[in-house]
C-alpha cells in the first residue's frame, strides 16, 4: 500500500522556522511536491523537488524563505521553512508522483496533509 506520511507541523511564531517531512513507503517516486492551502482559500503550489536529479522550483511567495530537500535512502523528502509570517499559515500537503514532470497538482498521490500555524 502507498502512503505519504507528514510531520513536523506545529506552531510558531513570526519569524521562526519549522521543518516538515514526508515518508514515503510502499513504491519510490521521482517527482514531490509540497503544497499549502489556507481557510477559504484554494489549494496552491510550494514547492517541488525531482528526486534523481534534486532539481527544485519554488513559488515566489516562499522563494529565499523555503527549502525543499530529499532523502533517497529514506525516500523521504523535507521542507525547511524560516521567516514564517502569519501569511504562511496553512494545512501542508506533500505529493508524490511516478512521473519526472509534474503539471499543477497532477500528483496520483498525496498525504494527509499537516497544520502549520504561525501567530504574529
Known amino acids: 500500500q502507498v502512503q505519504l506520511v507528514e510531520s513536523g507541523g506545529g506552531l510558531v511564531q513570526a519569524g521562526g522556522s519549522l521543518r516538515l517531512s514526508c515518508a514515503a513507503s510502499?513504491?519510490?517516486?521521482?517527482?514531490y511536491g509540497w503544497f499549502r492551502q489556507a481557510p477559504g482559500k484554494e489549494r496552491e503550489f510550494v514547492a517541488t523537488?525531482?528526486?534523481?536529479?534534486?532539481?527544485?522550483y519554488y513559488a515566489d511567495s516562499v522563494k529565499g524563505r523555503f527549502t525543499i530537500s530529499r532523502d533517497n535512502a529514506k525516500n523521504t523528502v523535507y521542507l525547511q521553512m524560516n521567516s514564517l509570517n502569519p501569511e504562511d499559515t496553512a494545512v501542508y500537503y506533500c505529493a508524490a508522483d511516478q512521473r519526472t514532470i509534474v503539471v499543477g497538482d497532477g500528483y496520483n498521490y498525496w498525504g494527509q496533509g499537516t497544520q502549520v500555524t504561525v501567530s504574529s
Open positions: 523537488i525531482r528526486m534523481r536529479t534534486g532539481v527544485t
Open positions: 510502499g513504491r519510490t517516486f521521482s517527482t
